[in-house]
């Protein structure tokens, strides 16, 4: 118990940002000290490098980043590129917790995602304008790693405040003629 407090207020001088201003997690508190480093390491420092450190050497991903419902196992080295673009076309990117809850092997979060759009997005000029969007991810974590996430996010918020929504409904749509045609 000693050691996980030690590691949960670690966990919190790293980043400002990690800790929600509601966070319910008694008991938890090893998956919470995970969970927080974690944000800090890859979503704020974005070091693609130690996905692995987090991550199980084979989890589910229950996603929906390209719409509808996907159940896909992944390998972490999945998920570098995502942090390396994000790093690239949104470099003042923040994602703060607005509420942390975590129940048996959960860590449900909610944050809010903060940044400009400086690079191309899914194959569109660079908007240069700034987002604010939220998203909720849940983390099922097994001998302190990640084995299941599943994670929504507010897309059409964040492609309005780009000014790309007709651009990626058209993007999608030709994209989805071409499936159709190939069938």
Same mark, same amino acid.
């Given at each position: ?8 207020? @670690?966990?919190?001088?790293? =980043?400002? =940002? ?9 008991g938890n508190e090893k998956n919470l000290a995970t969970y927080l480093k974690m944000h800090d390491v890859l979503f704020m420092q974005r ?9 199980? @050497?084979?989890?589910?991903?229950? %996603?929906?980043?390209?719409?509808? =419902? ?7 080295d999945a998920l570098k590129p995502m942090w390396i673009d994000s790093k690239k076309n949104m470099p003042d990117r923040v994602l703060t ?30 908007? %240069? +304008?700034? &987002?604010?969007?939220?998203? &909720?991810?849940?983390? +099922? ?10 994670? %929504? %996010?507010? !897309? &059409?918020?964040?492609? !309005? /405040?780009? !000014?790309?929504? =007709?651009?990626?409904? /058209? ?6 003629? +071409?499936? @159709?045609? /190939?069938?």
């Amino acid at each position: 118990m000693k050691t996980g407090l030690v590691t949960l207020v @670690a966990a919190m001088m790293l =980043s400002a =940002s990690a800790f929600a201003t509601d966070t319910y997690c008694k008991g938890n508190e090893k998956n919470l000290a995970t969970y927080l480093k974690m944000h800090d390491v890859l979503f704020m420092q974005r070091d693609e490098t130690r996905a692995g450190e987090f991550y199980a @050497a084979e989890f589910i991903s229950h %996603n929906a980043d390209e719409g509808g =419902s996907a159940t896909v196992k992944m390998k972490p080295d999945a998920l570098k590129p995502m942090w390396i673009d994000s790093k690239k076309n949104m470099p003042d990117r923040v994602l703060t917790n607005d509420l942390i809850v975590c129940a048996d092997d959960f860590v449900i979060v909610r944050v809010t995602v903060t940044g400009t759009q400086t690079g191309p997005f899914f194959g569109m000029p660079a908007p %240069n +304008k700034k &987002i604010n969007m939220t998203a &909720i991810d849940i983390y +099922k974590f097994k001998d302190g790693k990640v084995v299941e996430r599943w994670g %929504n %996010n507010d !897309g &059409i918020t964040m492609l !309005g /405040q780009l !000014g790309l929504l =007709s651009a990626y409904a /058209q993007m999608h749509d030709a994209q989805a003629a +071409k499936k @159709a045609e /190939q069938k």
